[in-house]
């Protein structure tokens, strides 16, 4: 997270408006005399992200202001948010947050802006600041901004507040994932592994030898021999099978054609059998004779 700007009105010693900008500067102070608000710019930044600081809301109104007025523009991977804050003396508090269409974060306060939705509620609003910028309130003032007196915050911390604060932000939650996936599978692992103890462990198991194994194996072996065997001898017999249907295609043809030819054999020798006779009958006076 890279702070642009930061715009203050009624808080703590700023009564008026004040707009501090650290646009174009690699690095930047504040200096200046004691109780002057060099601290509230970043309570200011503190409030806008986690409505947090040094002290209460109503506490961190200037004493001749009736609200108190924080907006605050960073950068995040090259985008740019504004998170804006109205705490009134009376009345309930209102939070809003944008992106800023503004790319090199010049003319901040004129470029146009998009409202992010499901950050109204201050639950919603906690939520996202702390997924767009990586860390909680804790591990903010603990790493990026170390509070005035507490800089050894992070080492006086309980040793497990202190893991979950570097883990966040080293972004351990990768391998946190990881090793939660790993763990599953470990126990899922480790419950098959007891199923099969317990299944080798019953009565109606018992152990296989050596000799035992090897004569599966070789009748496993002739099984698949005498198989193969089948399969070639279904392959030949189909082809049998075929020739047996075209023979007898052939077979039906061929009578066909004989009958066809034996009729016509008949229908011959009927035909001479009669013209023998007439010739016979005319040589002999038979027929009849016309007048």
Sequence with gaps: ???LQVTLEG???????????????????LSGPNSVGKSAVFDAMTFALYHHARCGPK??????????????????DDTIYRIKRIHPSKGRSTREAFIVDCADGSNLDSA?????????????????????????YAAFTSS???LQGKSEQLLDVDPRIRRDILAELMDLSRYEKLYVAAEEQRKAFRSAVETLEKQLLAPNVRVVRDEELEEARTLLHGAEK????????????SVYVEQARHWEVDRRSFKACRGWWTGRQK?????????????????????????
């Design 112 to 136: 146009p802006t998009k409202r992010i939705a499901n950050t109204d509620s201050e639950d919603e609003l906690r939520e996202w600041v702390k997924l767009t910028i990586g860390m909680d």
């Design 59 to 76: 506490d961190l109104i200037h004493h001749r202001a009736d609200r108190l007025i924080v907006t605050f523009d960073f950068m995040v």
């Design 1 to 3: 997270m890279i702070p």
């Design 11 to 29: 808080f703590l010693s700023y009564e008026k408006k004040q707009v501090i900008n650290f646009v174009g500067a690699s690095i930047w102070a």
């Design 267 to 291: 229908s011959r020798a009927v035909s001479l059998s009669c013209k023998s006779w007439i010739l016979c009958c005319l040589h002999s006076d038979r027929l009849p004779r016309s007048g």
């Design 226 to 237: 005498a198989w193969e065997d089948a399969q070639e001898s279904v392959e030949r017999f």
């Design 144 to 146: 990026c901004l170390l």
